[in-house]
């Protein structure tokens, strides 16, 4: 992608598939030209919506709502219109052809949302809050995504770049000193200051964990022994038979996905082989295997246990899960067939029947709380991309590095460049062009 063309683009901001109406996207200098030779109409009052008549030569192709936008008022920045047509295949393809005859091209994934970051209508935090919402299968991660791209957290990374950038004037500015006509900086003033940045960057980089389990959804893994009920529990909490499911001990041979939404959440749900020593063939094996390998890829591990199955099996799984060192939550299954054993209340997170669907709702409480996530705000900002919580970190280890340089200016000051630079990538103002290509490569077109 020439993330410096000037040329006008083109692109259906709608999806691909049927529909009542499809949206055509415009941007770039001829896009004005472009919309009166498609509709015959010579003036068009920016930010207003028409009803016309889109031509193809002398005929009429078909009748649209348009809307110019006069830049830099709009999203690119640029002279720019939207068309708003029916979602005929037919009217689709031509209407495309003519637009590229009159001089557009078609736009690459995310160019829209480029030129805009390009023209200074968004930096490149946002752009990020644009894909996240368009990407958002819940409300929460659309709440995030929201957070982002209303500038919330550009703000932030923008007011740890000034305190930095003043922190950087000082310190420079008594390099040049060679007289020593200013006073000295002090510990007292700059450990303080430079300990109150870092904390700013840790507290923000420590919503990673959270913000990664909002964008992608909680992997909870369902494990214990063949016949405790893991698929019973999947079909239970999905409200469907997504897996199957029988009293013959080992059915379930692979582990079985599922999406599910809690609480605002999303779950990504693993069902997965009952564990035993004693499997009965290389198939059971390997799901088996498989079991484990979803413990360990898990963000919380459900173990099923069952009153009635063989107590050292359980015990021994129920060690293997909490060795990995993720959340266990420890639910007992059944209770419809008989009430937990007196002593029992307090060796169990949950109590539940898939049967009848008894504290399946608790269950789903227990799994956003014991996560962390029961506790978010509406309005808390959450860093939900890698390449932010990796730019952070990278800035917080550089300011360390700038404490213990304190007493060598120059070698402060050049940590304290650094990460400078850290957080200036994170709002794109110096990100090499490859890696905005990268970026905007990701988005869908049209947008």
Not at 402 to 408: L, Q, S, T
């Amino acid at each position: 992608m020439d993330i410096f063309a000037k040329d006008t683009v083109a692109a259906y901001a709608t999806a691909a598939s049927s529909g009542a109406v499809a949206l055509l996207r415009v941007s770039g200098p001829v896009s004005l030209s472009v919309l009166k030779t498609l509709t015959g109409k010579s003036d068009f009052e920016p930010r207003r919506a028409y009803f016309v008549r889109v031509h193809d030569g002398k005929s009429v192709l078909d009748t649209a709502v348009a809307v110019y936008y006069q830049g830099p008022k709009s999203y690119t920045g640029e002279d720019s219109f939207e068309l708003t047509v029916h979602a005929g295949e037919y009217i689709k393809a031509r209407l495309l052809e003519i637009v590229f005859s009159l001089g557009a091209r078609l736009a690459e994934p995310g160019e829209f949302t480029m030129r805009a970051y390009l023209n200074g209508k968004m930096d490149l935090a946002q752009a990020q809050g644009v894909a996240d919402i368009i990407a958002a299968k819940n409300k929460s991660a659309h709440r995030a995504a929201l957070n982002i791209l209303d500038g919330r957290l550009s703000e932030k990374f923008k007011n740890i770049r000034a305190a930095l950038t003043e922190l950087l004037a000082k310190t420079e500015v008594r390099i040049d000193d060679a007289d020593d006509e200013m006073q000295a900086l002090s510990e007292d003033e700059i450990f303080p200051f430079l300990d109150g940045v870092i904390n700013q960057i840790e507290a923000l980089a420590s919503t990673f964990s959270a913000g990664r389990l909002v964008k992608e959804g909680i992997k909870t893994a369902i494990v214990g022994v063949p016949n405790s009920g893991k698929s019973s529990l999947l079909n239970a909490l999905l409200g469907f038979n997504r897996a199957i499911v029988s009293p013959v001990s080992g059915t379930t041979r692979d582990t079985v996905d599922a999406v599910l939404k809690i609480n605002d959440f999303s779950l990504v749900l693993t069902d997965t082989a009952g564990i035993r020593a004693d499997h009965s063939d290389a198939a059971e094996a390997e799901g088996i295997e498989r079991s484990r390998k979803a413990m360990h890829s898990a963000d919380i591990i459900i173990f099923l246990a069952d009153l009635h199955a063989d107590a050292k099996a359980q015990e021994k799984i129920l060690k293997e899960a909490l060795s990995t060192g993720k959340k266990v939550l420890k639910v007992l299954n059944k209770t419809d067939l008989s009430l937990p054993a007196e002593g029992k209340e307090g060796e169990y997170d949950c109590f539940i029947s898939c049967k009848t669907g008894a504290g399946l709702e608790e269950l789903k409480n227990k799994i956003t709380s014991a996560i962390g996530l029961s506790a978010l705000q509406e309005d808390d900002i959450l860093i939900t991309s890698a390449a932010h919580y990796k730019a952070l970190k990278e800035a917080s280890a550089e300011l360390q590095f700038a404490k213990e340089r304190f007493e060598e200016l120059e070698l402060m000051a050049e940590h304290i460049r650094r990460a400078l630079l850290s957080l200036r990538r994170l709002i794109g103002e110096v990100t090499p062009d490859d890696v905005l290509g990268e970026i905007f490569s990701k988005f869908c077109v049209g947008k």
